[in-house]
């Protein structure tokens, strides 16, 4: 048991041995390696190798003969650190436990800006991959100038080149450096593994990491307890636009408070004690006068509302001609689909550490990009960027832009308002649900046409969306706390338009096709929610093509195989198709199926639900689900089985339950009470097969069940009740009856 | 006004100095650096900073530290033994990898012991009601259900 109280005088070899398997460490000796050029190179490198081609970049040989890989992407609970580990274990024939993962941070590992988009096996793993294999070739090269030796005449196994056919002419990855690092660039015609020959890639090995949370041992930023770390929590204003009109600072008293920080709307409290730090935001409140601010549009229809706001409007596909659905008949069939507000929901708060002394600053922080927060702080702080050092340390699962970049930026202020300790900024659950960046609101309206085979002519879509991504980015005024400095930084109009059309086109063959994307800024902070606009253009294409293989009197699978040209696509469709044959649906139940492909360059998934509907009370339940998914070359089995279980339980969950709310003041979702999601007893019983195509690209897994997932919920609502769902969340007074 | 209190905590006594309407969660992770109790919502309703109270699991994040003079609690680190052997739940959850991110793990970890205390065979319905206060977001629950059967089988 330790007092924590400050001990400057800690050496650093207990500072960072107190810190347990957290690697926190920094090189306090300045930066390791130079920031990666923005600019890519030509050729034909994968992934990140194409802004930063040196091996040492990606990997150094340890002392003790392990390997230590550097990737610029964060460990989201997605497993992204045991793929990266098993690629460069197989093209260096490295027993998994002599590589050593190491996350994002700056100075250190590559810029692979962010951790996103199911982006991290094509990008990150595939430049390890790479730079593993250039590696193997220039330790063989290595030991061949040695001994005098052509390479083909050495084997490398478990860290050691050895002369084929001798048991004395063996050495270490470390004797054959001699102190060295591995040296020059990755050709981008390095020979690879042959496939045929993988030990680990493929399959289902087990995370280390589980171990060490069952153990307790730290795993998270939360867990961080540096040597006189104090705490500090934010006192938010009571809306957006609300400013800190007085802040009565001398009548202001509490029990272990170290400092109030006051900058323009931005009011924190630092403590001692974390409790104290908790009463001290509690009593701050009373202390504050905020200033009004327009109200919200409290009780509005929002799928009609965010129609009535203006628009940016583009258009995202025009082939053929679709004026045949300007004359309504009785082939043709018109709905309009509705996504609310929802929310990322992580169970942990986020959370970061932050540290200021001797002129630079140091934040550990569960962001997805350590370099991109860093530019935006700096810019925020008016810091140098070199000055500014980013930690990555996971927090608890983000999936996408939640409060982890606002609780860094909150962290840095506070730091640098009470330099020379660390300072532990935890924001509450209240922060997490009513500030983070929600997924926007969505309105969808799809018209067909079907001719006289059953077969789709035409294809009309239109939707209405907020961004999907704003961001730091190197912008400030994508980070909550700097708009609210006395000096503020706004923020920035627009963000990423594209996530809103994500998915929106249909992945079918059909000959005359029209989509267009309407921008609008809407009343709640939006950003990047786990597939972006996907779920809810999917949800209204699945659901929609739903509708017209009821038009057509088709099987739902049948009629999607029809329009479908992509024999990757029939074939995820026809096992999800054997896979729920022999599942027959009882009184109140009824079976649903939807198909995706991500970003239609992406994963494929299929997916279907099982649901038993209470007629009277409307009450959906969700028994079972199904998805089959082809995610290419598959690096680690159970990693996308695991991701595409809770992704299909996630987004029932979303489907079925989830709604950010707010009144004229503010959001009203701030706690798990108002903003109910999936409890166990909701949660089906699922099942996944993953089709592999070791001869494919490698395709992140994380996102591809979102969409598909709701559409098969509503469609498997519909074919137990025979009300459909366009509306969502799916409420019981839509179902009753 | 702070006062020495003493905790049973994971078969140990610990005296520790706080203000004694502290809840219990702070002072197991800032004061004793337990990593396993989890602060999640701060509400009781999440779980992620349950602790096994008298076997029972209960969360800690608002019961005042005071109360818990003369209560045995146990952590997360107290299930695995002293020589490092895991619990059989926290094995099962190993073996059906049974977390995404895990920040839930805690929590659930400790409301499965809690339950197969108390129903050594618990079928699927008994293990959703007595999983019911612990939320996870991945959506790994479908494992945690395996992983507790898989316990319940090997213990």
């Known amino acids: 048991m330790k007092e924590s109280a400050y001990n400057p005088q800690q050496s650093r070899r207990q500072f960072i041995s107190s810190l347990g398997c957290l690697t926190i460490g920094f090189s306090m000796t300045g930066t390791r390696w130079a920031d990666a050029s923005a600019t890519p ?117 478990n860290g050691k080149v050895s002369l084929k056919g001798t048991t004395d002419q063996v050495l270490s990855f470390a004797q054959l450096l001699n102190g060295k690092q591995l040296e020059g660039e990755v050709n981008p015609s390095v020979k690879l593994k042959p496939k045929s020959e993988y030990r680990y890639v493929g399959k289902a090995i087990p995370r280390t990491d589980i171990e060490q949370m069952v153990r307790a041992e730290p795993v998270y930023v939360q867990d961080l307890r540096l040597p006189g770390m104090v705490h500090a929590r934010v006192v938010r204003p009571p809306a957006y636009r609300a400013r800190l009109e007085g802040f009565d600072e001398k009548s202001f008293k509490v029990p272990g408070l170290l400092k109030t920080v006051v900058n323009g709307t931005f009011l924190a409290v630092v403590t001692e004690q974390e409790y104290q730090a908790m009463q001290a935001l509690e009593a701050a409140r009373e202390h504050a006068r905020w200033s009004a601010t327009p109200p919200l549009p409290e009780g509005q229809d929002l799928e009609t509302y ?82 500014i050092h980013l930690k990555g340390v996971p927090g608890s699962g983000c999936y996408g832009h939640n409060g982890a970049d606002d609780v860094a930026a909150d962290a840095a202020l506070v730091a640098m308002a009470y330099p020379d300790r660390p300072v532990r900024m935890q924001w509450m659950r209240e922060d997490e649900h009513a500030w983070e960046p929600y997924g926007s609101a969505m309105r969808m309206e799809a018209e067909a046409r079907l001719d006289e085979t059953g077969k789709i002519s035409h294809w009309r879509y239109a939707l209405w969306t907020d961004s999907h991504s704003t961001r730091p980015g190197g912008n400030p005024g994508n980070l909550l706390a700097a708009r609210y400095l006395a000096q503020p930084f706004a923020p920035p109009s627009g963000g990423y338009a594209g996530g809103g059309f994500r998915n929106s086109e249909p992945y079918y063959a059909i000959p005359n096709l029209k989509i267009d994307a309407h921008a609008f800024e809407g009343p709640l902070r939006v950003s990047a929610l786990r597939s972006l606009g996907a779920y809810a253009n999917v949800f209204a294409i699945e659901s929609f093509m739903d509708e017209l293989s009821v038009k057509a009197n088709k099987d739902p699978l049948d009629f999607r195989i029809m329009h479908s040209t992509d024999e990757r696509a029939i074939a995820v469709m026809q096992k999800l198709k054997e896979m729920i044959q022999p599942e027959k649906p009882g009184p109140g139940e009824g079976m649903g199926v939807a198909f995706s492909r991500y970003k239609n360059t992406a994963t494929y998934c299929a997916v279907a639900a099982k649901v038993a509907v209470n007629k009277a009370s409307g009450e959906v339940q969700v028994l079972r689900m199904w998805a089959v998914i082809d995610a290419g070359e598959v690096i680690n089995l159970d990693g996308i089985i695991n991701q595409t279980e809770g992704g299909m339980v996630q987004s029932a969950s979303w489907t079925l339950k989830e709604e950010v709310l707010f009144d004229k003041q503010h959001v009203n979702s701030r706690d798990w009470t108002s903003y109910p999601i999936f409890r166990y007893s909701d949660v089906p019983l699922v099942e996944v097969v993953v089709i592999p195509r070791p001869n494919e690209e490698p395709l992140g897994a994380g996102e591809a069940a979102q969409g598909p997932t709701a559409a098969a919920v509503v469609n498997a609502i519909y074919r137990a009740s025979g009300k459909r769902i366009r509306h969502l969340p799916v409420r019981a007074a839509a179902v009753a009856g | 006004m702070e006062k020495d209190l003493t905790l049973h905590i994971n078969g140990q006594p610990h005296t520790v100095r706080v203000e004694p309407d502290t809840p219990l969660l702070y002072v197991l992770r800032n004061q004793l650096e337990l990593n396993g ?100 977001r991945c959506g790994s629950q479908t494992r945690v259900m395996k992983a507790i059967r898989r316990a319940a089988k090997e213990s």
Not at chain 2, 95 to 114: H, K, P, S, T
């Open chain 2, 37 to 136: 109790p989890k602060y999640g919502c701060g509400h009781e309703v999440c779980g992620a900073c349950m602790v096994l109270l008298d076997g029972v699991a209960m969360p800690s994040c608002r019961v005042p530290v005071e109360s818990m003079e003369g209560r045995k609690i146990m952590t997360l680190e107290g299930l695995t033994h002293p020589n490092g052997e895991l619990h059989p739940v926290q094995r099962a959850f190993v073996q059906e990898q049974a977390a995404q991110c895990g920040y839930c793990l805690n929590g659930m970890v400790i409301a499965a012991v809690a339950l197969l205390e108390t129903n050594k065979q618990p079928d699927d319905a008994a293990i959703r009601v007595g999983m019911e206060r612990n939320l996870c």
């Open chain 1, 41 to 157: 190179l030509q050729g034909t490198l994968p992934g990140s190798l194409a802004v930063e081609d040196r091996i040492d970049a990606w990997l150094e040989v340890l002392e003790d003969g392990r390997v230590r890989v550097f990737t610029g992407k964060m460990e989201l609970g997605q497993g992204i650190r045991t793929a990266i580990a098993q690629v460069a274990a197989e093209e260096l024939d490295l027993e998994l436990a002599q590589v050593e993962v190491y996350l994002a941070e700056t100075g250190r590992t590559p810029n692979e800006g962010y951790t996103a988009g199911s982006g991290s096996i094509e990008r990150s793993a595939m430049s390890v991959r790479y730079a593993a294999a250039a590696a193997r070739q220039q330790l063989l090269e290595l030991a061949a100038q040695r001994w005098g030796k052509k390479p083909e005449q050495l084997s490398l196994s």
């Open chain 1, 306 to 387: 965010i129609k009535t706001l203006p628009l940016k409007s583009q258009s995202v596909k025009n082939q053929g001609t679709t004026s045949a659905l300007d004359q309504p008949d009785a082939r043709t069939l018109k709905a309009s689909y509705f996504k609310p507000y929802q929310m990322h929901g992580s169970i942990g708060p986020s959370c970061a550490v932050a540290l200021y002394q001797a002129g630079t600053l140091h934040v550990w922080t569960h962001t997805q990009g350590v370099y991109p927060l860093r530019d935006a702080l700096a810019k925020m702080l008016s810091l140098d960027p070199e000055k």
